[in-house]
């Protein structure tokens, strides 16, 4: 932890002339947007497990936790990496890398760094090569020693994007001498990073630059108007890059507490000083970052805890002291802490205090011209229960190194169903742009279709069929780009219509993309296949009988019907024939419907063709009303057949039958359970006659004798 200093005597040291370059100032690439740029600010881990969780957008306070993480105690320095979608990457504290689940990453302890420094660690992007990170450190102890640089090396494509660290405190070379100041931004181009510290006992401020594969070329030196001292500082830059502020102590001085806005000239990594002067005499500047405008740089000190601000509008060195306003007290003789520049637009300062360790202070309208009206309170955030603030608060990387090359991904798929030979279908093609950077703005997406796939009319704009096998579509083109990083060009719609059944695949590249290099074009072709059937119709008869039993030589109706359930095909030609079993026949002078013929009783054939054909896919021929009678009691099975359909083939041959069964009873039942009359035979009927003629006779011979005996 930071050591006590109560004796240090007051002093003044004389104002150096300030000394400025005749060069022109190349800021850093800015290649956020201030979207993009929020998020990257999303997260903060600090202190003692605080955990603070701004959300992608807006100025709400930000989600408060405490921590999980398995080292808690975090004196000073930390550092945050989310990406440009607010995506937790990882962070450094305590000379740990810990993931995004708040576990130390595969190798990721023992990073080597004075863990009691303002500004311990920084970490930045390789530019092109994705999930690569540096993390560099600094050893340089206040009222101590100078101190070296490390770097260290992270892949976040290792363990299921958690990451791993894969290189580990390599001294960056050039002898660079570093204190407590650490700061990392990109060059002006974005091809790479410059990391800058200041040098104990000199007026060096030391920029040092990173491409993709670690530090290169000397370390760049510029000299500064005063000594920086041995004590506590940082180095931050305003919201776009423009000026960075460098703050830095002298031990056994207070008066020399020497604040400094400066240009840096991110192509040569010389900087040059705007203004410079000596801030508050109560206790030693330990941090300070400009407001969100950057019209205000905010300066806290430690020994005891204050807190300061300054008009640095003017870039003019008097008139920014002048401008001076004593804030507050932000702790005891120990207290204090970091000041920075928050996600939600507000300026916070760490606790670092027995009576307010328990919380953060914020000052929610740091842009207010009056310090009344800024809202400071000291710890007015009270932590939650596990949580406490200690000296420092996390750097999260300044802006955007430049992302990946333009990177042309295509894709290509055909219809989810099968299709038929003839019908036209569409294919659909996809680009989308995996760089991290650099517009997909030209090149050409070429569709190769194998034999007996065409291409068909009202192809995309900017695309031409070159051949009936090949289409190019103009990337460059009005309507077709430029395709951003994360973006996607398509679906274009390519009509194709194939000539003859069979399974194909369809290739597309992409070529010719400025930019695009290296492991950009490995990923810069697709495939898919189309499988098309035959144009074939599918004939299926249906038959069925009486619904419930009939008597035996009642005339009876079969009804037969015929569906076409291909999907393309007509069933235009072809025989429908009904089969009668024994004692079943066509009934005798009935009619058969148009196109049927009784071959046999047995037996009727219907031309498909002229009984109401043709069939269209989806369609149906019928009832044909089949006349037949029974002459003996049974249930019977009348069998249906479809043949000689031209084009049915295959699997559409295996339901061109079908079976009805039909039941005829010897007598048709009683109405309403009456007994039957039996029918007599002609000898009981000529019996029945003699025997009433018999009857009749003499019954006329009783009349006569009764008329006698009158």
């Known amino acids: 932890m930071k050591l006590l200093h109560k004796a240090w005597p007051l002093a003044l040291l004389g104002l150096a002339a300030t000394q400025a370059w005749a060069q022109a100032s190349t800021n850093p690439l800015q290649n956020c947007t201030p979207t993009q740029v929020r998020a990257t600010e999303r997260y903060w881990f600090a202190g003692n497990r605080i955990a603070m969780d701004f959300g992608v957008s807006g100025t709400a306070l930000p989600t408060i936790t405490a921590n999980p993480a398995t080292v808690p105690w975090v004196d000073e320095g930390t550092t945050v990496v989310t990406d440009s979608n607010g995506t937790l990457q990882f962070w450094v504290g305590q000379g740990n890398v810990y993931n995004r689940d708040q576990v130390v990453m595969s ?53 299921g994007g958690l990451g791993a660290v894969t290189s580990k405190n390599i001294t960056v070379p050039g002898g660079i001498s570093s204190n407590e100041t650490l700061s990392a931004v990109p060059n002006n181009d974005g091809t790479g990073y410059w990391v800058l510290t200041t040098s104990y006992g000199t007026r060096n401020l030391v920029a040092q630059q990173f491409d993709s594969n670690g530090p290169m070329g000397a370390p760049v030196i510029s000299t500064l108007s005063e000594d920086v001292g041995n004590l506590f500082g940082s180095i931050y830059f305003n919201k776009d890059l423009t000026q960075f502020a460098v703050a830095t102590s002298v031990q056994g001085s207070n008066a020399s507490n020497v604040i400094r806005t400066m240009r840096f000239n991110a192509q040569t990594g010389q900087a040059t000083e705007i203004a410079s002067w000596h801030g508050g005499i109560l206790g030693s500047v330990y941090a300070a970052d400009f407001s969100p405008s950057g019209q205000y740089l905010y300066v806290s000190n430690i020994y005891p805890g204050q807190l300061y601000r300054y008009d640095v509008s003017s870039g003019d060195a008097t008139t920014i002291k002048a401008s001076e306003q004593y804030i507050g007290a932000t702790g005891g003789s120990n207290g204090g802490g970091h000041v920075r520049r928050g996600a939600d637009g507000a300026m916070w300062v760490a606790n670092r205090d027995n009576t307010t360790g328990n919380s953060l202070t914020r000052i929610a309208a740091p842009e207010e011209a009056l310090v009344a009206n800024i809202g400071f309170v000291l710890g007015n955030i009270k932590l ?3 949580a406490n603030s200690v000296w420092g608060l996390p750097q999260t990387v300044a802006g955007c190194a430049k992302p990946l090359a333009p990177d042309a991904v295509p894709a ?16 659909a093609v996809n680009v989308a742009n995996e760089g991290g950077s650099g517009n997909v703005a030209d090149g050409t997406l070429t569709i190769t279709l194998p034999a007996n796939v065409q291409a068909g009319s009202g192809l995309p704009a900017a695309c031409t069929a070159v051949s009936p096998q ?17 973006a996607n060009l398509g679906p274009l719609s390519i009509p194709v ?67 076409n359930n291909g999907a393309a095909g007509a069933v235009a030609d072809g025989t429908l024939t009904v089969t009668l079993p024994a004692n079943v026949q066509v009934t005798g002078g ?33 009832p044909l009303n089949i006349p037949v009678t029974v002459s003996a009691p049974g249930t019977y099975s009348v ?20 079976q009805a069964s039909i039941t005829a009873q010897d007598a048709v039942p009683p109405i309403n359970g009456a007994a039957p009359v039996p029918a007599l035979g002609a000898g009981a009927l000529a019996a029945l006659s003699a025997a009433l003629g018999a009857l009749g006779i003499a019954s006329r011979r009783r009349k006569a004798q009764a008329a006698d005996r009158r």
Do not use: W
């Not at 069998?639 to 079908?658: F, H, I, K, P």
């Open 107 to 159: 190798n990721g302890n023992g990073i080597v760094g004075n863990q009691s420094a303002v500004q311990v660690v920084v970490a930045f992007a390789a530019p092109d090569v994705p999930g690569k990170y540096f993390v560099v450190s600094t050893s340089g102890l206040a009222a101590g020693n100078a101190g070296t640089l490390r770097y260290s090396v992270v892949d976040m494509t290792a363990n």
């Open 384 to 386: 939650p229960a596990g």
């Open 412 to 427: 290509v798929s055909g219809p989810a169903a099968l299709f038929y030979v003839g019908t036209p279908q569409t294919l």
């Open 470 to 486: 090949q289409v190019n579509c103009d990337l460059a083109a009005a309507g077709m780009g430029p395709i951003a990083p994360g």
């Open 497 to 563: 219509t194939v000539s003859a059944p069979g399974t194909y695949n369809v290739d597309v590249t992409v070529a010719s993309v400025t930019g695009e290099t290296g492991a950009a074009l490995l990923n810069n072709t697709a495939q898919t296949s189309l499988t098309a059937l035959a144009l074939v119709p599918d004939a299926i008869p249906a038959i069925s009988g009486p619904a419930a039993p009939f008597g035996v030589g009642t005339p009876q109706t079969l009804a037969v019907q015929v569906t």
């Open 590 to 622: 009935a009619s058969l419907p148009a196109g049927c013929t009784a071959a046999t009783p047995q037996q009727v054939a219907c031309d498909l063709a002229t009984a109401g054909g043709p069939i269209a896919p989806g369609g149906s021929l019928g």
């Open 639 to 658: 069998d249906a057949v479809v043949t000689g359909v031209t084009g049915e083939a295959g699997a559409a041959l295996l339901n061109n039958t079908a």
